[in-house]
């Protein structure tokens, strides 16, 4: 089992920036790839960022790319979401996810069995 536990929402202008974390417990960070999605109200959730088990592979989702940067300290057990350059529409609860897996990054919601309780991102215009 794996436990995950998101941080570092919260209210930010547009323009700004805010770093999100994910603390992971209860097997070897590692072994598993990350990934972090959001979900805006009334909307599915969708993928944002994913980053390898080794963190030597990152993928972006388009509407994110060049403003977002995943990255992972295995000694920390922790993966990071630096957002900047916010938008108003990346207003949405996020959601840091896990599957064990060292070969790929996964888009799709249904290949993460681990998840966070989520965090709300705000950025007010």
């Known amino acids: 089992q794996v436990q995950l536990v998101e941080s570092g929402g919260g209210l930010v202008q547009a323009g700004g920036s805010l770093r999100l974390s994910c603390a992971a417990s209860?097997?070897?960070?590692?072994?598993?790839?990350m990934g972090w999605f959001r979900q805006a109200p009334g909307k599915e959730r969708d993928f944002a960022a994913g980053?390898?088990?080794?963190?030597?592979?990152?993928r972006y989702a388009d509407s994110v790319k060049g403003r977002f940067t995943i990255s992972r300290d295995i000694a920390k057990n922790t993966v990071y979401l630096q957002m900047n350059s916010l938008k108003p529409e990346d207003t949405a609860v996020y959601y840091c996810?896990?599957?064990?897996?060292?070969?790929?990054?996964?888009?799709?919601?249904?290949?993460?069995?681990?998840w966070g309780q989520g965090t709300q991102v705000t950025v007010s215009s």
């Open positions: 996810a896990a599957v064990i897996d060292r070969g790929v990054i996964y888009g799709s919601t249904t290949r993460y069995p681990y």
């Open positions: 209860g097997r070897t960070f590692s072994d598993y790839a």
């Open positions: 980053i390898s088990w080794r963190g030597s592979s990152t």
